[in-house]
């Protein structure tokens, strides 16, 4: 979470890691504090998976991949980015 180094990684060579939530998992590239603060993380969610509603302190950012990201502001397609000021409730489905 060095924003003044410059960091490059391949996320492809990381394994996934299950979220707290069931059939939610993911690669957490940065994050600032366990479950709270900044985070960045890749997000995979298996059929019918949801993430609770949840607060990011710091804020959170989202690219979406595939599919389609639905959370209490939208549905956001593939290809969108996003991104949540801090104290915005985030996950909700």
């Known amino acids: 979470m060095d924003f003044s180094q410059c960091i490059v990684m391949n996320t492809n060579e990381q394994g996934w890691i299950a979220s707290p939530i069931p059939g939610v998992w993911r690669k957490p590239p940065g994050r600032e504090e366990a479950e709270r603060g900044h985070a960045t993380s890749i997000v ?6 949801t993430f609770s ?8 950012e989202i690219y ?24 915005l409730p985030a996950g909700a489905f």
């Not at 509603?53 to 959170?60: L, S």
């Not at 595939?66 to 502001?73: L, W």
Request: charged share 25%; glycine share 16%.
């Open 44 to 49: 995979k969610y298996e059929p019918g998976a």
């Open 53 to 60: 509603r949840h607060n990011h302190p710091g804020g959170e």
């Open 64 to 87: 979406v991949l595939e599919d389609t990201f639905p959370d209490e502001t939208g549905d956001y397609p593939a290809g969108t980015y996003f991104q949540n000021p801090n104290g």
